[in-house]
């Protein structure tokens, strides 16, 4: 699909975000009813100074030095130092959000990608009104992001969001008789080493000597896989749990590659009242509704703010 380019006539540009992801940037331009003027995709340099260039390049290219442009971008920043750790792009110990503003001359706004999903769902997706919304996004890793009143708060450590990296339920994994696996992030036991996608692969290892894509459980879900996927559940809904525990959020939205799994959100639902202390309720758990377009978005509506 493709959009005419705003002109000095048409529809007033708002804000303008890019998607910054290992094998692609995509940028899109919003209008002020936050609706998609136009897109641009590039692949992601490999060398750094190529991807300063090529983010500028297409900030400059596409938007007016007034537009206010936000990234969202795999990996974090640590706001002491500025500099970015990003496993998947050549960015890792540069000061990424500095030198794009060097090179465009602007103030870009630069959240992790999983907290930028967050708040487009919160703002525009399925939190919308609602007061305080959690979102997980369960893919390859596991993270995301809350939103007070269509806000995400900013804090000191720039970590807020990580629940991936929370210990899973020792409960749970004694229960499964499940190894401690070690974790990306250099500590072992976390959440996201088994409720990813590669989580959940590992899972049906451990449980069933065999190897299964997270596609084949989830089409499969019979005798031995069931305990596999029974497994994912109940650590899955500990960790929303522990959210609800620590937020109690008006609604807790799941997005990323393993929620697109068929019953998924009806199965993690039941487990999670099950996990809830007592009869107390447990808020609604339902799925991320953008598509491809929520990165950016909520990194444009952020820079907007
Ligand atoms: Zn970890």
Redesign the pocket.
């Known amino acids: 699909m493709s959009y005419p380019p705003p002109t000095a006539t048409g529809p007033k540009v708002i804000a303008a975000g890019l998607d910054l992801g290992g094998t692609k940037i995509e940028m899109q331009v919003f209008n002020a009813d936050w609706q998609t003027l136009t897109k641009q995709r590039i692949a992601t340099p490999d060398s750094y100074p190529e991807l300063v260039a090529a983010i500028a390049e297409l900030i400059s290219q596409n938007v007016a030095a007034d537009v206010p442009v936000g990234i969202g971008a795999a990996g974090l920043i640590d706001p002491q130092n500025g500099k970015v750790l990003a496993a998947n792009f050549c960015a890792t110990g540069h000061t990424l959000p500095d030198d794009i503003n060097a090179a465009t001359n602007l103030d870009v706004t630069y959240i992790n990608d999983c907290r930028a999903l967050a708040l487009s769902e919160a703002v525009f997706g399925a939190g919308k009104g609602h007061k305080t919304v959690a979102s997980v996004i369960l893919g390859t890793g596991v993270g995301g992001g809350v939103a007070v009143n269509g806000v995400l708060p900013v804090g000191p450590t720039g970590t807020g969001g990580?629940f991936?990296?929370c210990a899973a339920s020792a409960a749970i994994v004694a229960h499964y008789g499940l190894p401690v696996f070690p974790?990306?992030?250099?500590?072992?036991g976390?959440v996201?080493?088994y409720i990813s996608g590669p989580g959940l692969e590992r899972l049906a290892l451990a449980l069933t000597g065999r190897a299964m894509t997270s596609h084949d459980i989830a089409t499969a879900r019979s005798t031995d896989t069931a305990q596999v996927w029974g497994a994912w559940c109940a650590l899955t809904a500990d960790a929303l749990r522990n959210l609800i525990l620590t937020l109690d959020p008006d609604v807790i939205v799941l997005g990323g590659g393993l929620s697109n799994i068929d019953g998924m959100i009806d199965d993690v639902l039941a487990a999670t009242k099950s996990a809830q202390i007592g009869d107390f309720a447990i808020p609604p758990i339902v799925l991320a509704q953008g598509g491809d377009s929520s990165g950016a978005r909520g990194a444009a509506w952020m820079a907007a703010q």
Not at 183 to 188: A, F, K, L, P
């Open positions: 990580e991936g990296h974790c990306g992030c250099g500590r072992t976390c996201e080493t």
